[in-house]
Every structure is written in structure tokens, then in C-alpha cells.
């Protein structure tokens, strides 16, 4: 690393021109920028933002009567100067600032940061450590290239480890995600489970972990009886500690976790990434120059910060010609969860009702360990636009109540008696939010046709989980056969040349996304955009310029499927 003091500050001249964050933001009250989804910005240079002394200085309009608030305990606050209608602020104060105090026209969204700023370079950048990012950091890195890993949370494996979704669902399945199962098996951390009926009138699924059942009979889900469904259920800790030693096995994998990435620079043409900026936990900036990055945030804060075009909520059918869309579009979101674990409790006392009266849907789907954990997906809790409208931290607080309120529901159900709650997800569980216009976009039409009648040549990753919309105004329709997902579903549009997207939010539309969306499935596109990535830096061409067939042959995704 080479520790560069001040040179993260940008001049004046940059600031009218860098990233203009998202005019989306402001078009959705930018409640959803807030400091735990990654970003921090700055007032606009029409707003008279300078740097003076070593630290940033944006003055207020004085016509404006808005203000910075919302300090977080932990960060020194922003001091106001009345007289001079100034804000003082460091880099340490600015993840606080919530855009809703900021004027409703403001569009120059961006980071600036007092200090020092370490420098890596390296081959390949990924951007968040969820199923997708995993698989796109240890194939790259399993090719040979210098890969630096980014993620924002202590614990790798995103929605999974950290929602508590730690279940993998019938379906295909890469090599990787075998190695990952059999690692974490090996460590007491995973098995396979079967259903069983629960005594209840509620819709509930119960899966719990059972001797007997092979690796082999959880990759499919098309065309077999519901009672025939195998899933993966994992312990998180055990995903965390099994990735990082394969991560860490290659010797090739510089991992920052707690590490929060925030902007994103560009060469002045923007057809390339030049580097990423990320703030670690203690405060330290750190910029990454990689010769590709791949964007595996699941909201695809990266595609966002370079200014992708991005899909949200549902597509009308004049976008992709979809048989089950609807003829306008709307931005109704798949529902966000709010997970939570349970142990035995031998004193079988019931714990009390929240004081709040706290609706939320009687249902849910339990997930049972053999040490007698459960995970509960209490399903649609909160509508997905609450994401865009009320922003995380809000979301993150209502469930909480909802999950305890729910939680008292369920333990008057006979199988959930004798057991205490142990914990809620420190993570909300994000079904869908923005999507990114890729070079194809996987649609219906694909899920409907399947393998046998996709035209596909870049076919990388297979899947067969039905169309899942939850609370969302959809309902569960089964996909018939496996069907595969192109590589140009990776490939932003535009002209960028060293840019992938490998997550939730890549190139899929709202019905696909809706099947796609599952951790195997994401393990599955990363490893794809992992290898894609060593190639590109490797031969030094844009990652639209690899052998896809020398990609698509290695990863040989159509011959997975079991039939
Ligand atoms: C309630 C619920 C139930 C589900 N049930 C199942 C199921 O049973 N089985 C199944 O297979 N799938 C299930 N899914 C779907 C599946 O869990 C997700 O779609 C999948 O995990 C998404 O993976 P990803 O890699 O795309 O994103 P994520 O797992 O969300 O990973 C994104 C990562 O990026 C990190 N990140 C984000 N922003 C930044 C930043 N600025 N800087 C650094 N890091 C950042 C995040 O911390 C996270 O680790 C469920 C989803 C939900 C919400």
C-alpha cells in the first residue's frame, strides 16, 4: 500500500463534474442512501463546497431551510457556523448525513474525505461478499488473478449468513457450491432436510435436517413432486469459515470486510473503471484500482454509482414482451423479511406480546438444524417499496417489532413450544430492488422456453426454481424445465469495458429475477463473472471481448442440470 495524505481530495473543478450519484435518489426522496447501504455525498459546487485547511467546508444556501442532522453515536457531528451559514464537516461525519434533509433538487451526490487514502491495485475488484460475490472472488482468484474483496459486513455470505436465509433451495447448483456444502459438512454446519406437516392452519413449510438423503437429490426442483424437495440448509457461521479458508487457500485474496464501498472513478470517456473508493470500519479510505471490477452488492450500488441504467419494481409488457406482465409497469417490489432464529427452552413459557399493536402476515417458512436452531422466514412482512420510501434503517427498525410480534404468534403453534427466541437478523431480507439494463436481459419468454428452446451460445448458469413473487401481487408458478442464463446478462449496456454485474439485481427482469434470485444460482453467475474476469485481465481485452465459448465449455452450466 502506498498511503497517499490529501490526495483524495477532488479540486473544485472535479466536483461539478463527478459522479452524479443518482438522479433515481432524488426521484425516491434518496431515503435509501443511507450510511449501512454504503455511500456518503456532498453538497453540490453550486452550493459552495470548498476545502479549506485540510477539511471540507460546504456552505449553506442561506435560502434554504434545510440542514444536516441525524449524527449517529460514534461520529463526531458536523459543526454549524449561524453566521457564516457553514457546514464543517470530515469524512467521518458525512456516512451520517441522510439525503432527506438535503434539498429535494439535489443531484451532485458524492464522496469527499479528509485524509489519508491507501492504495491497492490489483487484477480484479469484487464488490460485496454475498453467494454471488463469493463465487466471483474464489473463481478468479482459483484462475490465477489478484483479486481484492470487498464487503461491508463482518460476517461473508450477504443475504444468507447475515439475513438468516441460510438455506439453499432445490435447484441446480456449481461445482463450488458442492465444495462448499461438503466443506461445511464436514464441519457439522450443513446437511440435507425434507419437509413435515405442522399442526396449524397457517400456510407454513418445515424443513428439518435428516440423516439419508444424498447432496445430488437437492439439485432440482422442475418437474418432481413437492414432497420429493431436498434443500440445503447451512449454519452461517460455519459458510463464513468455510469460505474464508478457500478464499484465503488460493493466495491470491485480499478481503476487506467491514469495508464499505461509496464511489466509484472513471476515465474521462466513462467507458472504463478506473477505481473504487471504501471506507473501512475504523475510518480508514481506501481506493482500489483493478483492471475489472465486478458489482456483487445485490442492490448494485456500483452499477449505480457509474450511472447504469437500472430497472425497478414491475416491468410493463411493452419492455420485454413478457405473456404474464402486465400492461403498465409499477414500482411494486417483492417483500422484504425480517428472519430470526430460534432454540429449546426447556421451561416452555411463552414470552409476552409486544406492547405495539404490530400487524404482520400469519404465516411462515421454519428451517430446522439438528442441534434443535431453527431459522424463521416470517415471509412477506414489509411491502418492497418501503425500501425506497421510508429507507433502510426504518425498514430495519419496524421489523424488529414485527419480527417479535410474530414470533409470539408462532410459539403457540404445539411444534414451537419449548422454544425461546435466540436472535433476529442483524440484515433485512431484500428479495428485489433496482436491476441493471445488461446487454440481454434474461425475461419469461427465456423461463417459458427452457434449455431445449433457448437460442442462447453464452449460456453460464442454469436454474429452475418457479416465478416466487411475494407480497408483490404475483403468486408461485412453476417453471416446467431448467432454462439458462446468458453472459450478456453480466454485461452492463453502455460501453464499459471492465465492468460485471454478478448478483440479485444483474440482468434479469422482474418475473425472471423473481426464479433466478436463489444463492445457487448466484454462486453460479459470480463463479461465471470470476472466470470471465481473470480471462479479461489476463489477456488484457474488455470483457466483452473473451472467448465465450472458451468460458461457456468450461463452465459447461447446460450439463448440470440432472435429467
Ligand atoms: C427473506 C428471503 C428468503 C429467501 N429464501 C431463500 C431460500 O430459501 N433459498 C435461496 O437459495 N434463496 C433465498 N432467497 C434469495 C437469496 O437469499 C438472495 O437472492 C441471494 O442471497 C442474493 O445473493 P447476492 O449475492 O445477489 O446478494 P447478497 O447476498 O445480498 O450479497 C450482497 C453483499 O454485498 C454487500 N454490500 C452491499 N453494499 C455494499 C457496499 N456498498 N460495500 C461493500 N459491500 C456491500 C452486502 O453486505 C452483501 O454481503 C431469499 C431471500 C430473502 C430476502
Same mark, same amino acid.
Given at each position: 500500500?502506498?498511503?497517499?495524505?490529501?490526495?483524495?481530495?477532488?479540486?473544485?473543478?472535479?466536483?461539478?463534474?463527478?459522479?452524479?450519484?443518482?438522479?433515481?435518489?432524488?426521484?425516491?426522496?434518496?431515503?435509501?442512501?443511507?450510511?449501512?447501504?454504503?455511500?456518503?455525498?456532498?453538497?453540490?459546487?453550486?452550493?459552495?463546497?470548498?476545502?479549506?485547511?485540510?477539511?471540507?467546508?460546504?456552505?449553506?444556501?442561506?435560502?434554504?431551510?434545510?440542514?444536516?442532522?441525524?449524527?449517529?453515536?460514534?461520529?463526531?457531528?458536523?459543526?454549524?457556523?449561524?453566521?457564516?451559514?457553514?457546514?464543517?464537516?470530515?469524512?467521518?461525519?458525512?456516512?451520517?448525513?441522510?439525503?432527506?434533509?438535503?434539498?429535494?433538487?439535489?443531484?451532485?451526490?458524492?464522496?469527499?474525505?479528509?485524509?489519508?487514502?491507501?492504495?491497492?491495485?490489483?487484477?480484479?475488484?469484487?464488490?460485496?461478499? $454475498?453467494?454471488? *460475490?463469493?463465487? #466471483?472472488? =474464489? &473463481?478468479?482468484?482459483?484462475? %490465477?488473478?489478484?483479486?481484492? /474483496?470487498? !464487503?461491508?459486513?463482518?460476517?461473508? $455470505?450477504?443475504? *444468507?449468513?447475515? #439475513?438468516? =436465509? &441460510?438455506?439453499?433451495?432445490? %435447484?441446480?447448483?456449481?461445482? /463450488?457450491? !458442492?465444495?462448499?456444502?461438503?466443506?461445511?459438512?464436514?464441519?457439522?454446519? #450443513?446437511? =440435507? &432436510?425434507?419437509?413435515?406437516?405442522?399442526?396449524?392452519?397457517?400456510?407454513?413449510?418445515?424443513?428439518?435436517?435428516?440423516?439419508?438423503?444424498?447432496?445430488? #437429490?437437492?439439485?432440482?426442483?422442475?418437474?418432481?413432486?413437492?414432497?420429493?424437495?431436498?434443500?440445503?440448509?447451512?449454519?452461517?457461521?460455519?459458510?463464513?469459515?468455510?469460505?474464508?479458508?478457500?478464499?484465503?487457500?488460493?493466495?491470491?485474496?485480499?478481503?476487506?470486510?467491514?469495508?464499505?464501498?461509496?464511489?466509484?472513478?472513471?476515465?474521462?470517456?466513462?467507458?472504463?473503471?478506473?477505481?473504487?473508493?471504501?471506507?473501512?470500519?475504523?475510518?480508514?479510505?481506501?481506493?482500489?484500482?483493478?483492471?475489472?471490477?465486478?458489482?456483487?452488492?445485490?442492490?448494485?450500488?456500483?452499477?449505480?454509482?457509474?450511472?447504469?441504467?437500472?430497472?425497478?419494481?414491475?416491468?410493463?409488457?411493452?419492455?420485454?414482451?413478457?405473456?404474464?406482465?402486465?400492461?403498465?409497469?409499477?414500482?411494486?417490489?417483492?417483500?422484504?423479511?425480517?428472519?430470526?432464529?430460534?432454540?429449546?427452552?426447556?421451561?416452555?413459557?411463552?414470552?409476552?406480546?409486544?406492547?405495539?399493536?404490530?400487524?404482520?402476515?400469519?404465516?411462515?417458512?421454519?428451517?430446522?438444524?439438528?442441534?434443535?436452531?431453527?431459522?424463521?422466514?416470517?415471509?412477506?412482512?414489509?411491502?418492497?417499496?418501503?425500501?425506497?420510501?421510508?429507507?433502510?434503517?426504518?425498514?430495519?427498525?419496524?421489523?424488529?417489532?414485527?419480527?417479535?410480534?410474530?414470533?409470539?404468534?408462532?410459539?403457540?403453534?404445539?411444534?414451537?413450544?419449548?422454544?425461546?427466541?435466540?436472535?433476529?437478523?442483524?440484515?433485512?431480507?431484500?428479495?428485489?430492488?433496482?436491476?441493471?439494463?445488461?446487454?440481454?436481459?434474461?425475461?419469461?419468454?427465456?423461463?417459458?422456453?427452457?434449455?431445449?428452446?433457448?437460442?442462447?451460445?453464452?449460456?453460464?448458469?442454469?436454474?429452475?426454481?418457479?416465478?416466487?413473487?411475494?407480497?408483490?401481487?404475483?403468486?408461485?408458478?412453476?417453471?416446467?424445465?431448467?432454462?439458462?442464463?446468458?453472459?450478456?446478462?453480466?454485461?452492463?449496456?453502455?460501453?464499459?469495458?471492465?465492468?460485471?454485474?454478478?448478483?440479485?439485481?444483474?440482468?434479469?427482469?422482474?418475473?425472471?429475477?423473481?426464479?433466478?434470485?436463489?444463492?445457487?444460482?448466484?454462486?453460479?453467475?459470480?463463479?461465471?463473472?470470476?472466470?470471465?474476469?481473470?480471462?479479461?485481465?489476463?489477456?488484457?481485452?474488455?470483457?466483452?471481448?473473451?472467448?465465450?465459448?472458451?468460458?461457456?465449455?468450461?463452465?459447461?452450466?447446460?450439463?448440470?442440470?440432472?435429467?
Amino acid at each position: 500500500m502506498n498511503p497517499r495524505p490529501l490526495e483524495f481530495l477532488p479540486s473544485l473543478a472535479r466536483l461539478a463534474t463527478v459522479a452524479v450519484f443518482c438522479a433515481l435518489c432524488a426521484a425516491t426522496n434518496g431515503a435509501e442512501n443511507l450510511p449501512r447501504e454504503g455511500m456518503a455525498l456532498r453538497l453540490s459546487a453550486d452550493q459552495g463546497v470548498e476545502i479549506r485547511d485540510g477539511r471540507v467546508v460546504g456552505r449553506r444556501d442561506r435560502s434554504a431551510t434545510h440542514h444536516i442532522a441525524e449524527v449517529p453515536a460514534g461520529f463526531a457531528g458536523p459543526s454549524v457556523d449561524a453566521t457564516q451559514s457553514a457546514l464543517h464537516f470530515t469524512h467521518k461525519t458525512l456516512p451520517s448525513i441522510n439525503l432527506q434533509v438535503l434539498p429535494a433538487d439535489a443531484r451532485e451526490i458524492t464522496i469527499l474525505g479528509v485524509g489519508q487514502v491507501d492504495e491497492i491495485e490489483t487484477d480484479v475488484c469484487v464488490v460485496g461478499a $454475498g453467494s454471488a *460475490g463469493i463465487g #466471483a472472488a =474464489v &473463481a478468479a482468484a482459483r484462475r %490465477g488473478a489478484r483479486v481484492v /474483496l470487498i !464487503e461491508r459486513e463482518a460476517r461473508l $455470505g450477504g443475504t *444468507g449468513t447475515n #439475513a438468516y =436465509v &441460510a438455506n439453499w433451495e432445490p %435447484g441446480p447448483g456449481c461445482s /463450488l457450491a !458442492e465444495e462448499i456444502y461438503l466443506r461445511m459438512k464436514a464441519d457439522g454446519g #450443513a446437511g =440435507v &432436510a425434507t419437509g413435515y406437516p405442522v399442526q396449524t392452519k397457517a400456510p407454513m413449510g418445515y424443513i428439518l435436517v435428516t440423516d439419508g438423503f444424498p447432496y445430488e #437429490a437437492t439439485l432440482r426442483r422442475a418437474g418432481i413432486p413437492g414432497s420429493e424437495y431436498r434443500r440445503v440448509p447451512y449454519k452461517p457461521e460455519a459458510f463464513d469459515r468455510v469460505v474464508r479458508d478457500m478464499l484465503d487457500e488460493t493466495g491470491k485474496v485480499t478481503l476487506l470486510d467491514r469495508t464499505t464501498f461509496f464511489q466509484a472513478e472513471t476515465n474521462p470517456e466513462k467507458t472504463r473503471v478506473e477505481s473504487v473508493l471504501a471506507e473501512a470500519s475504523g475510518g480508514r479510505l481506501i481506493r482500489i484500482r483493478a483492471k475489472v471490477f465486478i458489482d456483487s452488492t445485490g442492490c448494485v450500488w456500483l452499477c449505480r454509482a457509474l450511472g447504469c441504467e437500472v430497472m425497478l419494481g414491475v416491468d410493463p409488457r411493452s419492455r420485454f414482451d413478457e405473456p404474464s406482465a402486465p400492461e403498465q409497469g409499477s414500482l411494486q417490489l417483492n417483500a422484504i423479511s425480517r428472519c430470526y432464529l430460534i432454540r429449546p427452552n426447556k421451561t416452555r413459557e411463552h414470552e409476552p406480546a409486544p406492547e405495539a399493536d404490530v400487524r404482520f402476515p400469519k404465516c411462515a417458512f421454519v428451517t430446522g438444524w439438528k442441534d434443535g436452531l431453527q431459522a424463521v422466514n416470517p415471509m412477506p412482512m414489509l411491502p418492497g417499496r418501503a425500501l425506497i420510501d421510508h429507507g433502510y434503517d426504518e425498514c430495519l427498525r419496524c421489523s424488529e417489532q414485527m419480527a417479535r410480534a410474530h414470533w409470539h404468534w408462532l410459539q403457540q403453534i404445539p411444534e414451537f413450544q419449548g422454544y425461546e427466541l435466540a436472535e433476529i437478523a442483524p440484515m433485512l431480507g431484500i428479495r428485489e430492488s433496482y436491476r441493471v439494463v445488461t446487454r440481454y436481459v434474461l425475461n419469461e419468454n427465456d423461463l417459458l422456453a427452457g434449455l431445449p428452446g433457448q437460442k442462447h451460445d453464452d449460456i453460464i448458469a442454469v436454474a429452475d426454481h418457479p416465478c416466487d413473487i411475494h407480497g408483490a401481487g404475483g403468486q408461485l408458478s412453476e417453471v416446467k424445465t431448467a432454462y439458462g442464463i446468458p453472459y450478456r446478462c453480466l454485461l452492463p449496456a453502455g460501453s464499459w469495458s471492465n465492468l460485471l454485474v454478478a448478483c440479485r439485481g444483474a440482468g434479469f427482469s422482474k418475473i425472471a429475477a423473481s426464479s433466478c434470485r436463489l444463492q445457487r444460482t448466484m454462486l453460479q453467475i459470480g463463479h461465471a463473472a470470476g472466470i470471465a474476469a481473470a480471462m479479461a485481465s489476463q489477456r488484457n481485452v474488455p470483457v466483452d471481448r473473451i472467448e465465450v465459448r472458451a468460458l461457456v465449455e468450461d463452465l459447461d452450466a447446460r450439463s448440470r442440470y440432472p435429467y
